[in-house]
């Protein structure tokens, strides 16, 4: 068993434990290339076919090229998603620097549909190496009522042991991809032939490395059109993945205040 073998193995039984453990479960579907993997895994975690509903948090705000690709692969895929509009940047912290106010309608979307479809589970595609605050999740992470998070007061994860069962009022995060890495997202999107929206390839000297919304989202430089070019300069790169991330560059603690208060 190759590296890849065993990361696609650890994620198939986190999607399995969780669906088996957790009623009224639903997957967040970002469309950039974590969460497409973690589709592809779900594909293969449950023959084919996902047993669950898939979200995407529509802010009205991202790639045209990104819309394109959602209502393809929704439809290719056989997905059940669901596509609600978030709640309007006048519902956010006005305290936020204005790029996390942005991204801070996502934790709004979501706390909508957790109410609106009774979730008690939701899947997301982070990765522990993406970002400092990510490091500190578990794979089954408790969330209070309202979203909060305390990444002080995380529950222990022996040998592949998850706690599903909180009190009520409880719903729990399952990250199935935070073993994985940057390039080990992409290795096995290259090994599986997954599809991925077209900006992260490059154009005229520019890539996305990381997709979100249009005004908050910017492109890195890089010769990079394929994918065994983005394997060969992630290897080689210092720059952060989300170093076109507008939200990254706000205040110091921006976006652990986002995580705290329910962010993905």
């Known amino acids: 068993m190759d590296n890849l073998d065993a990361l696609e193995a650890q994620s198939v039984y986190i999607l399995r434990e969780a669906y088996s453990?957790?009623?009224?479960?639903?997957?967040?579907?970002s469309l950039g290339k974590d969460s497409n993997v973690m589709i592809w895994l779900a594909k293969r975690a449950f023959l084919g076919r996902i047993p669950f509903p898939v979200m995407h948090l529509d802010t009205g705000l991202e790639f045209p090229e990104t819309y394109e690709f959602r209502d393809r692969y929704a439809k290719e895929w056989g997905l059940e998603l669901i596509a609600d509009d978030c709640?309007?940047?006048?519902?956010?912290?006005?305290s936020l620097p204005p790029a996390s106010r942005l991204a801070a309608r996502k934790t709004l979307g979501l706390k909508q549909a957790l109410e609106r479809y009774s979730l008690n589970g939701v899947i997301a595609g982070i990765r522990?190496?993406?970002?400092?605050?990510?490091?500190?999740?578990?794979?089954?992470?408790?969330?209070?009522?309202?979203?909060?998070?305390d990444f002080r007061d995380q529950p222990p994860e022996f040998w592949d042991q998850y706690n599903a069962d909180y009190p009520p009022g409880t719903h729990v995060r399952v990250h199935p991809l935070l073993h994985w890495t940057e390039v080990d997202i992409w290795r096995y999107i290259?090994?599986?032939?997954i599809p991925v929206v077209p900006l992260y390839f490059a154009r005229e000297g520019q890539r996305y490395r990381s997709l979100g919304e249009i005004g908050i989202t910017f492109p890195i430089n890089s010769q990079a059109g394929d994918i065994p070019s983005i394997i060969?300069?992630?290897?080689?790169?210092?720059?952060?993945e989300r170093a076109g991330r507008a939200m990254d560059h706000d205040s110091e603690d921006a976006f652990e205040r986002l995580r705290v208060g329910g962010y993905m």
């Open 190 to 193: 290259q090994r599986e032939s």
């Open 128 to 149: 522990r190496d993406e970002q400092a605050t990510r490091a500190k999740e578990r794979v089954f992470s408790p969330r209070a009522a309202d979203g909060q998070w």
């Open 21 to 29: 453990r957790i009623d009224r479960l639903a997957m967040l579907w």
């Open 87 to 94: 709640p309007p940047i006048e519902a956010v912290d006005p």
């Open 232 to 240: 060969r300069e992630l290897e080689t790169t210092r720059e952060p």
